[in-house]
T-cell receptor, first 115, second 110 residues
Framework: DAGITQSPRHKVTETGTPVTLRCHQTENHRYMYWYRQDPGHGLRLIHYSYGVKDTDKGEVSDGYSVSRSKTEDFLLTLESATSSQTSVYFC??????????????FGPGTRLTVT | GQQVMQIPQYQHVQEGEDFTTYCNSS?????IQWYKQRPGGHPVFLIQ?????EVKKQKRLTFQFGEAKKNSSLHITATQTTDVGTYFCAGPDSWGKFQFGAGTQVVVTP
């Protein structure tokens, strides 16, 4: 498996609290992604990064922000968690642009429950 | 926007049987990728198809990319219990962002 770790692996938090999930890679890949996975929806892109301090929105970005201050770290922040953000969050990396036929490598996931 | 649809959503297969899962995009794809996710695990890259009409095989798995590059299929022969999991197809939209299908969950009965 690619060198991708996510922390925490499990978290339970209350509605309205801020939450930050961390993705760390040791592959020096340029592109990093945050997805959420919910039953019946597959994987949906939240935000992605194409370099340090370069980020863009995905299809379900409302309520989420990201930051990438170093190549190896990509942070996902829920400013004020809501129950609809209960999900499994996956980080992924790729060496190059996906439309240029680079594959993605996924981290182990973070299971987040918002009560 | 682009939509990627997968059918069927669930597939119950008797061990030893063959089955096929299908992926359809509303737009032409530059490439399509397939991933497998075991229960409780994370998606793992299986293969990528780039050329129109391309066919690739991995042991008992056969992947095909349609001539119009808008659909793809995964055919598994002689299903084994190790094939259990959810299979996702995914392709980039015109902005390069990946769209995943909802997946086909495969259950194998011994």
């Amino acid at each position: 498996d690619a060198g991708i770790t996510q922390s925490p692996r499990h978290k339970v938090t209350e509605t309205g609290t801020p939450v930050t999930l961390r993705c760390h890679q040791t592959e020096n890949h340029r592109y990093m992604y945050w997805y959420r996975q919910d039953p019946g929806h597959g994987l949906r892109l939240i935000h992605y990064s194409y370099g340090v301090k370069d980020t863009d929105k995905g299809e379900v970005s409302d309520g989420y922000s990201v930051s990438r201050s170093k190549t190896e770290d990509f942070l996902l922040t829920l400013e004020s968690a809501t129950s609809s953000q209960t999900s499994v969050y996956f980080c992924a990396i790729s060496e190059g642009e996906l439309r240029s036929s680079y594959e993605q490598y996924f981290g182990p996931g973070t299971r987040l429950t918002v009560t | 926007g682009q939509q990627v649809m997968q059918i069927p959503q669930y597939q119950h297969v008797q061990e030893g049987e063959d089955f096929t899962t299908y992926c359809n995009s509303s737009t032409t794809l530059s490439n399509i990728q397939w991933y497998k996710q075991r229960p409780g695990g994370h998606p793992v890259f299986l293969i990528q198809l780039v050329k129109s009409g391309e066919v690739k095989k991995q042991k008992r798995l056969t992947f095909q990319f349609g001539e119009a590059k808008k659909n793809s299929s995964l055919h598994i022969t002689a299903t084994q219990t190790t094939d259990v999991g959810t299979y996702f197809c995914a392709g980039p939209d015109s902005w390069g962002k990946f769209q995943f299908g909802a997946g086909t969950q495969v259950v194998v009965t011994p």
